[in-house]
């Protein structure tokens, strides 16, 4: 069985026999009679905390502000549309045409059935605003961020796609003379901009969580490597 001991290593010698400290200060190794040797005191401790880099968690911290500004816009038009698709008394007529401009723009139509007519952009909205709050907490601590880096990755591509899909329907939806008489054109473009604004927040968002790493860590190893 191998025994181990610790011995005093003089200042500044290096490789197999010390290795050196933060601040020039050498340290005990650690040997056993194969020749192993293990640095043991405060270089097992290098890399311990984390520091993220800085451009990239300012970006996602930015990213996220625009995301917030994006959804607290279409919050605002989408209650508007709602409220308007709420009063809608449409005879028969006209519910034929509500119809087929919903259907034409990839929404399901309910003209008689109002508060279900916009249920797939409130559960949009909804996603979008629990990984918003999921992100800006994470974001106060680096390293659970770290750790659950890409599954909050894949909470941000899942609201991308949910949001991009709906740019498409909503750009018909908007050059539809039907639907500016129904609910106002203006109400209906700004539902369209906080979309696009939340599509590129998002997209953003995912860039920037894809480039925090531990600055720490990568400077530990680097300095460990170094020693060697």
């Known amino acids: 069985m191998a025994t181990m001991h610790e011995a005093p290593v003089p200042v500044g010698q290096t490789g197999q026999t010390g290795a050196l400290h933060e601040g020039g200060v050498a340290g005990p190794v650690r040997t056993d009679n194969k020749g192993e040797v293990g640095v043991t005191g405060r270089n097992r401790r290098v890399g311990d905390g984390v520091m993220l880099n800085t451009g990239a968690r300012v970006g996602l911290a930015l990213s996220q502000l625009l995301t917030a500004c994006a959804f607290l816009i279409v919050l605002a038009a989408l209650s508007s549309l709602q409220k308007r698709a709420n009063e809608l008394l449409l005879p028969e007529a006209q519910a034929l045409i509500y119809r087929e401009t919903f259907q034409s ?63 498409p329907s909503q750009l018909y939806f908007k050059r539809s003379p039907t639907s500016g ?8 473009q700004t539902v369209l901009a906080g979309t696009i604004i939340g599509a590129i927040a998002n997209a953003l968002s995912i860039i920037f969580l894809g480039l925090l790493r531990d600055t720490h860590a990568t400077d530990g190893h680097r300095r460990t490597t170094s020693n060697v």
Not at 108 to 117: E, S, T
């Open 105 to 167: 723009a990839g929404y399901q139509p309910y003209p008689n059935d109002a508060k279900n007519q916009f249920a797939f952009q409130w559960y949009i909205l909804a996603a979008e605003i629990f990984v918003f709050f999921v992100i800006a907490v994470l974001l106060l601590l680096p390293r659970t961020l770290l750790r659950l880096k890409h599954v909050a990755m894949a909470f941000l591509v899942y609201v991308f796609v949910l949001t991009t899909i709906q740019i």
């Open 181 to 188: 008489a129904l609910f106002g054109t203006r109400k209906v």
